[in-house]
Every structure is written in C-alpha cells, then in structure tokens.
C-alpha cells in the first residue's frame, strides 16, 4: 500500500518571514456620475472581477460578490459613524440615524468569477465574503477623483465633500 501526505495548511497561508499571504485576487472598476451643482454621486455600474480557487456553488458565489459590493457602495457614499469621544458610544445607532443605500441607489453590479485551481487543499475552493467588499470604496474614491478632478480622501464621500472639494462651498 502506497502513503501520501502534506503538511496541515497545505503550503498556503505564510511566508516564512511572517507575512500573511492568499492566493486569491481581485480587482473593482467603477463607473459613477457626479452632480457638480449639488455634490450627489451615483454609482452607475461596478465591475467586479475576484479570484476564488474553485466555484462551487456559482450562484451563491455571484450572490455573495453582489452583497460585498453593497455594503462597500454603503461605505463609501452612506456610512458615518458618530462617535461619542468620551464614552466611545456610537451616537448615530439607529436606521434612522445611520444611512444605508436603499434598492434605488445600487448600481448595476458585473461579476466576473476567475477560476484558479492551485492544489494547495482538498478542493480548491476559497471564501469570498472580505474580498468583494473591501475594493469597492476605494474604486468608487477614485472614479470620483476622475469625475470631478480632485481627490476625496475621507469617506463617506457627501455631498457637502463634493462641494468643498470643488470650491463651491466653505
């Protein structure tokens, strides 16, 4: 009888100097439209590519890169928390409070899945959840900065930034 085996992380996850690495990828583009009247972004169209190692559940997987781009459109237009400097309390813990994009306000969404089958586990298969989320807000920063020529460098970008940052008010 023949014996294989591998180490238990499968070569994956650390460099030898201690930094953290994946095999997974990803890249966002962003298509908005910038009101330079009244400072309103609109999220026309993301794009969103990502390597995730061997699909296994398509639909769940374009479900779950749909829902990351969400929440960094949220991040980069509605999110703002107010903090309470002396408590530490969120001040702004309520929906009416704490702005959230509603059905209107999401843009088309493009997925395109990358296939990569690496061998360095079982099946291949990675997650996706932190990735389709974290590009987003920088992808819409930067087509904003493209849109209106200046760079918008604190989040959530407002209306009221937009305006500043052209001038248009104190």
């Not at 690495?21 to 590519?49: H, M, R, W």
């Not at 479900?63 to 107010?82: D, K, P």
């Not at 409070?97 to 586990?121: D, R």
């Amino acid at each position: 009888s023949k014996i294989a085996s591998r180490s238990d992380d499968y070569g994956g996850f650390q460099q030898p100097w201690g930094l953290a690495y994946g095999d997974l990828g990803s890249v966002q583009f962003a298509e908005v439209s910038v009101n330079t009247d009244t400072g309103f972004v609109k999220v026309d169209k993301i794009v969103a590519a990502h390597s995730c190692g061997r699909p296994l559940n398509i639909g769940q997987l374009e479900s779950q890169i749909n829902g990351g781009v969400i929440q960094g459109v949220s991040y980069a237009l509605y999110e703002n928390r107010v903090m309470d400097n002396g408590t530490g309390h969120m001040m702004n813990a309520n929906v009416d409070q704490y702005k959230v994009p509603f059905s209107m306000e999401i843009p088309e969404i493009e997925t395109i899945i990358v296939e990569e089958y690496s061998a360095l586990s079982s099946t291949d298969a990675y997650g996706i959840g932190e990735p389709a989320n974290i590009a987003t807000a920088a992808a819409i920063a930067n087509a904003v900065y493209n849109a209106i020529g200046v760079r918008i460098y604190e989040i959530p970008i407002t209306p009221s930034s937009i305006l500043k940052a052209l001038n248009k008010v104190s």
